[in-house]
Structures are given as structure tokens and as C-alpha cells.
């Protein structure tokens, strides 16, 4: 249990490397870090979506950070089901988000979303939800762009996924 606290412990310090602010525990992408049988750690991680371009460099920095801290020998794996959700944000993570200027995303994601319909979104500057979606996609895949017209700054949403 000591080695499993140390590696989530390690892993909390690895930056996401699309979104700095956020570590990959803050993300949710770390699934499991466990013990099994003669004492080898398997760690277990979800991209935020398969093709996610930032899917290597968390491998890599992950690696790297086992590797740092003492824990070569662990397993590291990558798991797609289920797959990812923005509901794995952490409480953190989602203040960090909106601390940095990118609003977090507000919902669940529960049964089918309308795609055609804007999600109320508030500002993560001034709160209003006077805003508007300029683009679907933003700074990256899973980001979409927005206005608020209440403070006239344009901002990035996290998707609900």
C-alpha cells in the first residue's frame, strides 16, 4: 500500500502536457495503481480519447516519473473501456481549469446529448452565463471556443465527454 500512495504521489506531479495547470490525476486518466502478485505495480491509464495526440507524451512522461521515483519494474498500461469522461475530472481539477481561464465542463454526459445545441457554459473570468460558442473546437480537440458577452472575453470550455 506505501509503494501504491508513493506512485500516485509521483504521478500527481506529471503535468498534462496540452494542459499544464492540470496533472494527470487531476485529469482522471490514471485509473489504478495496484500491487499484484510478487509485489510488481501495474499502472493503468485512459487517454481522454483514442486518438488524443497527447497519448505518447504521457506515456513517456509517466514512464520517466516511474522510472525517477524507484518503480522501473512497473507495468504501465493503457486502458480504453470504458473509456474516458470529463465526469473523472477531479474537484481540483476542475477549479484549476477555471482558475487558468478554461471553463470546465458543467455537466454529466447521461444518455444521448443534443450535438446542435451550445451547452450553457459560464465564464470562467466573470461567471456570467451570457455566453456564446464561437467554434466547436478550440485549442484542442476537446475544447470548444467561447465569448462571454457579458465581459467580452473569449475563453475555452472543456467538452463534456
Known amino acids: 500500500m506505501a509503494a501504491e500512495r508513493q506512485v500516485w504521489e509521483?504521478?500527481?506531479?506529471?503535468?498534462?502536457?496540452?494542459?499544464?495547470?492540470?496533472?494527470?490525476?487531476?485529469?482522471?486518466?490514471?485509473?489504478?495503481?495496484r500491487e499484484e502478485a510478487g509485489g510488481r505495480l501495474r499502472v493503468?491509464?485512459?487517454?481522454?480519447?483514442?486518438?488524443?495526440?497527447?497519448?505518447d507524451v504521457i506515456r513517456?512522461?509517466?514512464?520517466?516519473?516511474?522510472?525517477?521515483?524507484?518503480?522501473?519494474?512497473a507495468a504501465l498500461e493503457e486502458v480504453l473501456s470504458p473509456p474516458w469522461s470529463s465526469a473523472w475530472?477531479?474537484?481540483?481539477?476542475?477549479?484549476k481549469l477555471r482558475a487558468f481561464g478554461i471553463a470546465p465542463p458543467e455537466e454529466p454526459v447521461t444518455g444521448l446529448r443534443?450535438?446542435?445545441?451550445?451547452?450553457?457554459?459560464?465564464?470562467?473570468?466573470?461567471a456570467s452565463r451570457e455566453t456564446i460558442r464561437v467554434s466547436e473546437f478550440g485549442s484542442t480537440p476537446c475544447k470548444?471556443?467561447?465569448?462571454?458577452?457579458?465581459?467580452?472575453?473569449?475563453?475555452?470550455?472543456?467538452k463534456c465527454l
Open 44 to 55: 493503468s491509464i485512459t487517454p481522454t480519447y483514442s486518438g488524443c495526440p497527447a497519448t
Open 144 to 158: 470548444a471556443h467561447y465569448r462571454c458577452d457579458a465581459c467580452g472575453e473569449p475563453f475555452d470550455y472543456f
Open 10 to 33: 509521483l504521478l500527481a506531479a506529471v503535468a498534462d502536457p496540452e494542459i499544464p495547470v492540470l496533472s494527470i490525476v487531476d485529469l482522471g486518466i490514471v485509473r489504478e495503481v
Open 60 to 73: 513517456t512522461l509517466v514512464r520517466r516519473a516511474l522510472d525517477a521515483g524507484g518503480f522501473a519494474d
Open 114 to 126: 443534443q450535438l446542435t445545441a451550445a451547452p450553457p457554459v459560464s465564464c470562467p473570468r466573470c
Open 89 to 95: 475530472l477531479s474537484a481540483a481539477g476542475r477549479e
